[in-house]
C-alpha cells in the first residue's frame, strides 16, 4: 500500500471508531436533532458495553496516523505525491481536524450531563 493510501486509512480507521465510541450518546441525540422521536431511541445503546475497546481502538489508529504524518521512516522520490510540501501540508491539517473531532466525539457523554 502507498504511503498515502496508509495516511488516510489510518486517518479513516480513528475517526470510524471514535463514531462507534460516541454512537450511544451522539445516535440518540443527532435522531431528536433531526426530529425522529419515541420510546426505542432510548435503546439504542446497545454499543455502550463496547466504548473503551472503541475508544482504545481510536487512539491507537490516532497514534499511528500522527507517526506515519509527522515522522515519516521512508524518504520520498521527487516527483511522487508525498514529496509536495502543500500535500504533506494537508495531510497535516487534515489529522488535527480529525484528531479534534475525535476528542469532541470521545469525550461528549462525559460533558453532556452538565448541561442537564
Known amino acids: 500500500m502507498s504511503d498515502r493510501g496508509t495516511k488516510f486509512t489510518t486517518l479513516f480507521?480513528?475517526?470510524?471508531?471514535?463514531?462507534?465510541?460516541?454512537t450511544c450518546c451522539l445516535g440518540p441525540l443527532l435522531l431528536v436533532m433531526l426530529?425522529?422521536?419515541?420510546?426505542?431511541?432510548?435503546?439504542?445503546?446497545?454499543?455502550?458495553?463496547?466504548?473503551?475497546?472503541?475508544?482504545?481502538?481510536?487512539?491507537?489508529?490516532l497514534f499511528l496516523a500522527y507517526r506515519r504524518i509527522f515522522r515519516p521512516t521512508t524518504t520520498c522520490i521527487p516527483g511522487e505525491v508525498c514529496a509536495i510540501p502543500t500535500v504533506q501540508r494537508t495531510y497535516?491539517?487534515?489529522?488535527?481536524?480529525?484528531?479534534?473531532?475525535?476528542?469532541?466525539?470521545?469525550?461528549?457523554?462525559?460533558?453532556?450531563?452538565?448541561?442537564?
Open 35 to 61: 426530529g425522529v422521536s419515541g420510546a426505542w431511541i432510548g435503546d439504542l445503546t446497545v454499543l455502550e458495553p463496547y466504548r473503551p475497546i472503541f475508544i482504545v481502538i481510536a487512539l491507537v489508529f
Open 92 to 116: 497535516r491539517v487534515i489529522f488535527w481536524i480529525v484528531a479534534v473531532l475525535i476528542l469532541m466525539a470521545l469525550l461528549f457523554p462525559y460533558v453532556v450531563p452538565l448541561f442537564y
Open 13 to 22: 480507521a480513528g475517526g470510524l471508531a471514535a463514531i462507534l465510541a460516541s
